[in-house]
């Protein structure tokens, strides 16, 4: 219901409509934004791209789904195409300094370690692993989706997975590693 | 199959969209291979264990003041509302314009048939040369009934064979 108000207030033009909407859901696309993209200056500028996009084509939004799920496919487009137009930092560069962890000191981290330690992992992959990663482990999509949604084959996706399963494993601790048993 | 085939295809596998060929070699390879095996039970475990931890380590990145006000700009700037004007004036034009085409079609339609029929009338029709080709002989006589002039013959020949080519 707030979605529908908030978008009648954009197309009436409001101008403070658009503030309130990035109030609504920004946060939500910057953490989705953070998923896919190696540092928090890529995702602020991806989630910037989504909604100038989501400007352009306000009128082709009709409803059918919430206005978050619209706007993450405006967003996944858009880091698709970043990836290819962008040369990506090297991630090991841009990452805030934490306390180095390493695979034997990993039974004595709590859970909060273990998170940051597996999104630090995350954006070193590269952007191809990263993004057939998120897609499989955080999305939950079938391989045949993420070959459509990434437009290769399912081979290279089977692939890209295996391998970023390889990196994460020597990346995040055993202990903590979702892929470790 | 050796482990690193196996452990490519367990995704699809716990996805139920292998091959049949590939399943089976799969599971003869997952019921030797304890690793292997391993590994079908953590990629079923993953997913849950990945997506909270990841919420964990997301859920405090907010967007900074600067980048909102940014992106809030950003779209209120790209954003074009409808403007009820244009589309007041815009149909009527349309449909205007549109029968102004339709008149102009009908009439260029008409006026050469409306000619030659008059043509007819006043001047029979001359006997078309023999040594072209029955294409030719078609053009040749609409363009002397039509236009009234031998010289364009040899325009009419030309454009026979372009047609022909």
């Not at chain 1, 989705?32 to 939004?61: G, I």
Request: net charge neutral; hydrophobic share 40%.
């Amino acid at each position: 219901m707030r979605e529908d108000a908030l978008l009648l207030r954009i197309r009436d033009n409001d101008p403070i409509a658009w503030n309130d909407l990035v109030e609504f859901v920004g946060d939500r696309l910057f953490q989705a934004a953070c998923r896919f993209c190696a540092n928090e200056h890529d995702a602020e500028n991806a989630v910037q791209e989504t909604f100038y996009r989501f400007a352009k084509t306000l009128s082709q939004f009709r409803g059918d789904s919430s206005l978050y799920t619209w706007l993450y496919g405006i967003l996944f487009n858009v880091v698709r195409q970043q990836r290819r137009t962008t040369s990506w930092l090297r991630f090991t560069d841009t990452l805030p300094e934490r306390e180095a962890t390493s695979p034997d000191a990993g039974a004595s981290l709590d859970s909060e370690t273990a998170a940051l330690s597996l999104s630090d992992a995350l954006q070193k992959l590269t952007p191809e692993h990263r993004m057939a990663l998120v897609l499989r482990y955080y999305d939950q999509l079938p391989v045949l989706e993420i070959a459509k949604r990434l437009g290769c084959s399912t081979g290279t996706v089977k692939s890209r997975l295996f391998h970023a399963r390889q990196q994460m494993s020597v990346l995040v601790p055993q202990s903590l590693n979702p892929f470790a048993s | 199959m050796n482990c690193k085939d196996c452990q490519i295809e367990i995704p699809e596998y716990a996805d139920g969209t292998t091959s049949p060929e590939v399943r089976l070699a799969l599971e003869s390879h997952l019921a030797v291979c304890d690793a292997c095996a391993t590994a079908l039970t953590r990629e079923r475990s993953a997913v849950s264990k990945f997506h909270s931890l990841l919420d964990q380590a997301l859920d405090q990145q907010r967007l900074a003041p600067a980048a909102r006000g940014r992106i809030a700009t950003a779209g209120g700037s790209a954003f074009r509302p409808a403007n009820p004007c244009r589309c007041a004036w815009f149909a009527p034009l349309a449909a205007a314009a549109a029968l102004l085409l339709l008149a102009s079609a009908s009439m260029i339609v008409a006026y050469p048939a409306r000619q030659t029929a008059m043509t007819t009338m006043r001047h029979p029709a001359p006997a078309a040369p023999s040594n072209m080709s029955d294409l030719t002989n078609a053009l040749c006589l609409l363009a002397k009934t039509s236009c009234l002039c031998n010289s364009s013959e040899n325009l009419v020949v030309n454009t026979a064979r372009r047609v022909s080519w």
